[in-house]
């Protein structure tokens, strides 16, 4: 797993890759948090374009950084989810909370 | 009707062996040629089923995971993931959307009903104290269907 990270205090997107399951999950949560903490931006981004594989692990990746974020007042997104990836975030009901483009 | 193919694994409840899981049923299962789609399905149901294992089933130790795996003459593939782990108490009540039990982690509470939709036929039999079994079916579509 990888996790690139790139932008600033106003928008800083996460991009995801390698397979996210419940083994790695707890990888990709930590390097998210951890600039999440230190910068505090108003805007997350969650690109999951370079995932390779995707189980119900990543729908509660997504949704404990969506109460992260709203708990600092800021927003989460979700882009670059394809084919079995975006149909298990349709599946959780992810798409009411969180905008997935 | 009798399978035409079958194997098994046995492995122990560490997360690590999630992937080794799914994708093994994964090899097992190339030999129906199915499409990118079927694999990337019974990937996601299988690695719901192993996870469940060690998260639920094992909670507190190591413990052995059991995956038989068939393949039909109709091109039906049964895949059944074991374990001997602390059985669930309410299955009906565990295979509800959203619902988990467990507060450690960053658990959906979504397993079962990823592996209602990804398969064709999801059946779950439990025993507390004795451990969980899931059997999982989906058919794969012939080439010459395609």
Do not use: W
Not at chain 1, 13 to 20: H, K, Q, S
Not at chain 2, 26 to 33: G, H, K, N, R, V
Not at chain 2, 48 to 74: Q, S, W
Not at chain 2, 87 to 97: F, N, V
């Amino acid at each position: 797993m990888n996790v690139n990270l790139q932008g600033d205090r106003e928008a800083l997107t996460a991009f995801l890759e390698g397979e996210i399951d419940h083994h790695s999950a707890r990888s990709f949560r930590d390097c998210i948090d951890e600039r999440v903490a230190s910068l505090g931006p108003k805007l997350l981004v969650l690109d999951f374009s370079g995932i390779t594989f995707m189980d119900s692990s990543g729908v509660g990746l997504v949704m404990g950084r969506y109460r992260t974020m709203q708990q600092q007042g800021g927003e989460l997104r979700v882009q670059g989810a394809k084919g079995t990836i975006r149909r298990i975030l349709l599946l959780s009901g992810l798409d009411k909370l969180v905008r997935i483009e | 009707m009798k399978p035409t193919n079958e194997m098994k694994l046995a492995f122990e409840s560490r997360s690590q062996n999630e992937s080794f899981a799914r994708v093994a049923v994964a090899a097992f299962i190339a030999q129906l040629d199915p499409t990118v789609e079927e694999i990337s399905d019974i990937k996601t149901a299988v690695s719901e089923a192993v996870t469940n294992c060690v998260v639920h089933g094992y909670k507190d130790c190591i413990g052995k995971i059991y995956i038989t795996a068939k393949i039909y003459p109709d091109n039906r593939v049964r895949i059944i993931i074991r374990d001997a782990g602390c059985g669930i108490p309410d299955i009906e009540r565990a295979m509800e959307p959203l619902y988990t039990t467990c507060d450690t982690g960053e658990r959906a509470g979504m397993g079962f009903a990823v592996m209602e939709a990804f398969t064709d036929r999801l059946q779950v039999r439990s025993t507390s104290g004795k451990g969980t079994s899931v059997y999982l079916e989906k058919r794969i579509a012939s080439k010459a269907a395609r």
